[in-house]
């Protein structure tokens, strides 16, 4: 039976009829009031997902996972052997004979402490660069903000100026480093001074692949291919990271306009990430081959300068590790932001 419908007659007085509500409705006329409702439309059907059950891994993904690691494994494996086998041949054996994986420098052996110092300094300030950087990539709706003293329009974020305020440091110590390189002499060391660096570089590559590596004798002499890492560290890496940075940063000079198109930002944006994923391999291979190739030896002569075997410059060297762990968890607003009054001003927006 059809649903009854309630409708007005000329004098106003309501009466009851029962008619049929699909012909006594127009429905393609409006309702005569006003909304009240927000005019959306519901989804018919809700399918609630569980986040963490979408991001769990299966059963399968992860036996794919093992059996993926597991393949890399062999073929590394087969790689060492491969490379073994190549460095067996007769005229691999006359390459190795001929370049042995260094070349003789004028250097004077030994490492002085002012060295150690330097790599310390470098160590801890970019541990806090990579660090505050990453932030800066990531944050998204800063908390705290520094601006000049009078240029409120020079407000930055608090990160930011953290990441700039090291990078200047970091600019301070690596100008020291660069002077004392070549007042010492110790630039010998970095700097390649014969063509056979690139046979002998490639001979220690060989060497280090093969897991038979080059005889360690940084005390007198690196070997070509950790010159070569060196100096491209220290004279190519460092500035690219130096000019790229300053190019982003506020020290820039707004006004030149000339030199802002000789020189886009978005150049700057675009080599300064892979940079600093240089350094992050760069510091990781270094250590592990600081390691893996006589580690008491290795930090006696960086921490120590003194070319023994005993545990003094690893004792050392866990030191600065504590102080590269207080400076990590004290670069926070609550540490930085009484420092950051003394050089501006800091505001919570």
């Given at each position: 039976m059809a649903p009854a419908v309630e409708v007005t007659v000329a004098d106003d007085a309501p009466i009851a009829t029962l008619v049929p509500a699909a012909s006594a409705v127009d429905v393609s006329t409006p309702l005569p009031f006003t909304r009240t409702v927000w005019a959306g439309a519901a989804p018919r059907?809700?399918?609630?997902?569980?986040?963490?059950?979408?991001?769990?891994?299966?059963?399968?993904?992860?036996?794919?996972?093992?059996?993926?690691?597991?393949?890399?494994?062999?073929?590394?494996?087969?790689?060492?052997?491969?490379?073994?086998?190549?460095?067996?041949?007769?005229?691999?054996?006359?390459?190795?004979?001929?370049?042995?994986?260094?070349?003789?420098?004028?250097?004077?052996?030994?490492?002085?402490?002012?060295?150690?110092?330097?790599?310390?300094?470098?160590?801890?300030?970019?541990?806090?660069?990579i660090?505050?950087?990453?932030?800066?990539?990531?944050?998204?709706?800063?908390?705290?903000?520094?601006a000049p003293r009078g240029n409120a329009k020079g407000k930055i974020s608090l990160t930011l100026w953290f990441h700039q305020s090291?990078?200047?440091?970091?600019?301070?110590n690596g100008i020291v480093f660069v002077v004392l390189l070549f007042v010492t002499g110790h630039w010998l060391r970095l700097v390649p001074t014969s063509w056979e660096v690139f046979p002998n570089a490639l001979s220690a590559a060989l060497q280090y692949v093969s897991f038979d590596w080059p005889t360690e004798n940084g005390w007198v002499n690196y070997n070509s291919l950790q010159q070569l890492a060196y100096f491209t560290t220290v004279f190519i890496a460092a500035p690219l990271a130096a000019i790229t940075g300053f190019r982003m940063s506020g020290l820039w000079p707004k006004k030149a306009e000339k030199l802002s198109k000789a020189y886009p930002v978005e150049w700057a944006r675009a080599l300064h990430f892979p940079v600093m994923l240089y350094f992050v391999a760069f510091i990781v291979v270094h250590v592990a081959l600081v390691f893996l190739t006589g580690m008491l030896r290795n930090l006696n002569h960086m921490f120590a300068s003194q070319d023994v075997v005993s545990w003094v410059g690893f004792w050392v060297f866990i030191g600065a590790l504590v102080v590269m762990a207080i400076g990590w968890i004290a670069a926070r607003p609550l540490v930085l932001a009484p420092i950051a009054k003394v050089f501006g001003n800091v505001s919570g927006r």
């Open positions: 059907r809700v399918v609630e997902t569980s986040p963490e059950a979408s991001r769990r891994p299966t059963w399968t993904q992860a036996i794919a996972g093992l059996f993926g690691a597991a393949g890399l494994g062999l073929v590394a494996i087969a790689g060492i052997f491969l490379v073994r086998a190549f460095l067996s041949l007769p005229f691999m054996q006359d390459f190795l004979a001929a370049f042995p994986g260094e070349y003789h420098t004028d250097a004077e052996p030994g490492i002085a402490p002012w060295v150690g110092w330097q790599h310390f300094f470098n160590m801890f300030l970019m541990l806090l660069i660090r505050s950087g990453l932030r800066v990539r990531t944050e998204k709706r800063p908390t705290v903000f520094w090291l990078d200047i440091l970091w600019l301070v």
